[in-house]
């Protein structure tokens, strides 16, 4: 991907993965490297980064309330979150020139809901383009590790208990998986996949190689 003709725009970099990738690992060493780098960089999350979405986040994947959450309210929660986001923290950081490192963005819903939940391709589709107007990703990391992994992980965790999207089956972190394969086959401009399985400094060492690439 070359640079924008339009040097002084910044950079909006989502990273993506099934639960137990590594992928909040990933941003926050990135996120070191530009800033050392000299980069003016931010660092989101999605569902949340508002306070809006920070609420949103807390029906999505904590409140009891949300456990019989229908996959339609599901999607459009998510799309709130975003909307939110895009145009409170992220196309203004866009304009000021600066990096935007997203955990999750459009993709997760395209994946999760459309193939996880098996929401029609166009309701989400649609709804992600009105949730984030004309702001896309210029690149997209997936970090990718097979689902049973990811489960494991999951469970292994010492502080946080397991999420209602971390409460899944295999059947569907597996749908995931291959949705996210799925989309960087198509689009594979903006698209970079690395192996999750890898040690965390391997994984780091080519998520920033490729980034050098495409951004700097």
């Not at 600066?98 to 994946?111: A, E, G, M, N, Q």
């Not at 029609?120 to 009105?130: C, M, Q, R, S």
């Not at 590790?145 to 971390?166: C, F, Q, S, T, W």
């Not at 996210?180 to 060492?205: C, H, I, N, Q, S």
């Amino acid at each position: 991907m070359p640079r924008h003709d339009d040097d002084t725009r910044g950079y909006l970099i989502s990273f993506e993965g099934s639960e137990g990738s590594g992928k909040t690992t990933q941003v926050s060493r990135v996120a070191e490297r530009f800033e050392n780098a000299g980069y003016d960089t931010i660092v989101t999350r999605e569902p949340g980064g508002t306070e809006i979405g920070e609420q949103i986040r807390h029906i999505l994947m904590h409140a009891a309330e949300g456990e019989n959450m229908t996959p339609e309210t599901e999607l459009l929660l998510f799309a709130a979150s975003r909307a939110q986001l895009v145009r409170e923290v992220i196309r203004p950081a866009l304009d000021a020139g600066k990096i935007i490192l997203c955990d999750r963005f459009l993709d997760s819903t395209t994946v999760y809901q459309g193939v996880g939940r098996k929401i029609a391709a166009e309701p989400v589709h649609l709804i992600n383009t009105f949730a984030v107007g004309e702001i896309m990703p210029d690149v997209t990391v997936i970090v990718d590790i097979p689902a049973e992994m990811g489960m494991a992980r999951v469970k292994h965790r010492v502080n946080d208990l397991p999420d209602r999207m971390e409460r899944e089956n295999i059947a569907f972190y597996n749908k995931v998986r291959e949705g996210y394969l799925m989309l960087a086959k198509a689009l594979p401009e903006r698209f970079v996949v690395v192996d999750g399985t890898e040690p965390r400094t391997t994984v780091e060492t080519e998520i920033w190689s490729e980034l050098r690439k495409r951004v700097i």
